[in-house]
């Protein structure tokens, strides 16, 4: 596995030292009228996207940070910076 | 009846200190045989240390030290050694050996019992403890003394690197109290080489008032 994150605060550390914690799915939804169904979509349901997707990882062996990143999901490599390539 | 409270270190070395102490129900080994520059390791796990945890960190003033701003960070002033790990959290630990009473403040919590506390001392450590873990002890954008956060023959630890040059080489680092006799065989099979030996807490002490 040649995966490595860049933690913010450790920097760029082995992938093995990392828990992940799912893809970013925006803020949690308002929970007043929410439906079951809806609900359970948000917590349940992920893109599984074939390229660079937003990512939630957790230094679990570090300093214990959790931080989002991106991922190039077919080649499992982190992405420096996608928006400002886009 | 009084209750005779006795509080162990998780960890034994080969071989018989020469001089001990009992000191706050911790028998405390404070020399060992002398073996010249061979790098040495010492348990410390009687030192008291503190962990802090606060979404408003920069409040606290531990034995009257600010904390660093910056993760990564050491500060040691007043003989108390102030790691910031993250944006809310800060280890403290008490390398002067005084036996401060923790503050009245949910923030802190003692861990001294949680957790192995080890120094390695010598010039030939960084050859050894590249042979346990990937941690970069040479990075030259810190300077000593700083914290790494990872694994450490595969224990996450927290390390502090307090001396990085031949002349001052050391590192304190801790881990969770269960992983402890397993580490110091790491280590010191690891620096069997280097004639790693144990020490006593005074052969620190000298260290830290050098």
Redesign the interface.
Known sequence: MALTLTCP??GK??GY?FRYGGEEKGPRPDEAGITPRSWCEYVHMNQCVAGIQKEWWC???????WFTTHRDTTCNLEVDKPEAQS | MAVEIKRQSPISFPGNPLKTELRGHWTVMQEYEAKGDAPRVIDLSHRIRWDLQDSDIARHRPGGVSIPDTPGRCVFENGVLINRMNRTQASIWHLSGEDLSIPDDPAFTDVTDATVFLALLGKEIFSITEKLTTLDFFDPLKEAPFLLQGPFSHVPCQMVILGNTPEKSAILFTCSRGYAQDMIAAVLEAGAEFELHPAGENAFSDWVNK
Do not use: T
């Not at chain 1, 230094?59 to 940070?65: F, R, S, W």
């Open positions: 605060v450790c550390r082995n030292e230094h679990k062996d570090g300093c214990g940070v």
